[in-house]
T-cell receptor, first 112, second 113 residues
Framework: GNSVTQMEGPVTLSEEAFLTINCTYT??????LFWYVQYPGEGLQLLLK?????DKGSNKGFEATYRKETTSFHLEKGSVQVSDSAVYFC???????????FGTGTSLTVIP | DAGITQSPRHKVTETGTPVTLRCHQT?????MYWYRQDPGHGLRLIHY???????DKGEVSDGYSVSRSKTEDFLLTLESATSSQTSVYFC????????????FGAGSRLTVL
């Protein structure tokens, strides 16, 4: 079956620190992979995506590379800001295309 | 922003009462989804729709039913609410599976006493 496992939080970092949030997946076929972000009181919004092996998704200084050999899609940012404080969800889209599976979310707090 | 609205945004109800949450979109997207968000579980799929009157179950569908009589509306009904259904419910839409990206509503917070 399809599933996503991501590192548990909460994560607290100082401003300008390096961020890594680990995500691994189990899937049949060739899923697409995503990171979504949820700010307080809001719905999720797409942060970045990758649709095939070795693709790198990037947006707002965040990056993640689709690693089929390790079934991973880790989220990284070189220098976090207070405004990056949010909950981050790793997700996959099944190869049939009509279902999406989410991890449990990782809460990030960045302190000045 | 994509035109997707959820109503009501907040609701408090009692155990055993019926509840209907509405998701309305103005994007004419084919696919619509209902998720629930709970601490420690992330988002879990309840039901989804791939067209008018075409729906299918997700991983946590027990106790929920859905209807989609027109493209723009996807209703989630709790026939007899229980305290375990206290949650935040999110609707999401996507144009087609090739587009890949889900657009989410702002959420509906339901409390069942």
């Amino acid at each position: 079956g399809n599933s996503v496992t991501q590192m548990e939080g909460p994560v607290t970092l100082s401003e300008e620190a390096f961020l890594t949030i680990n995500c691994t997946y189990t899937a049949t076929g060739y899923p697409s992979l995503f990171w979504y972000v949820q700010y307080p009181g809001e719905g999720l919004q797409l942060l970045l995506k990758a649709t095939k092996a070795d693709d790198k998704g990037s947006n707002k200084g965040f990056e993640a590379t689709y690693r089929k050999e390790t079934t991973s899609f880790h989220l990284e940012k070189g220098s976090v800001q207070v405004s990056d404080s949010a909950v981050y969800f790793c997700a996959l889209q099944s190869d049939t295309g009509n279902q999406f599976y989410f991890g449990t979310g990782t809460s990030l707090t960045v302190i000045p | 922003d994509a035109g997707i609205t959820q109503s009501p945004r907040h609701k408090v109800t009692e155990t055993g009462t019926p509840v209907t949450l509405r998701c309305h979109q103005t994007e004419n997207h084919r696919y619509m989804y209902w998720y629930r968000q709970d601490p420690g579980h992330g988002l879990r799929l309840i039901h989804y729709s791939y067209g008018v009157k075409d729906t299918d179950k997700g991983e946590v569908s027990d106790g929920y039913s859905v209807s989609r009589s027109k493209t723009e509306d996807f209703l989630l009904t709790l026939e007899s609410a229980t305290s375990s259904q206290t949650s935040v419910y999110f609707c999401a839409i996507t144009e087609n599976v090739g587009a890949n990206v889900l657009t989410f509503g702002a959420g509906s917070r339901l409390t069942v006493l």
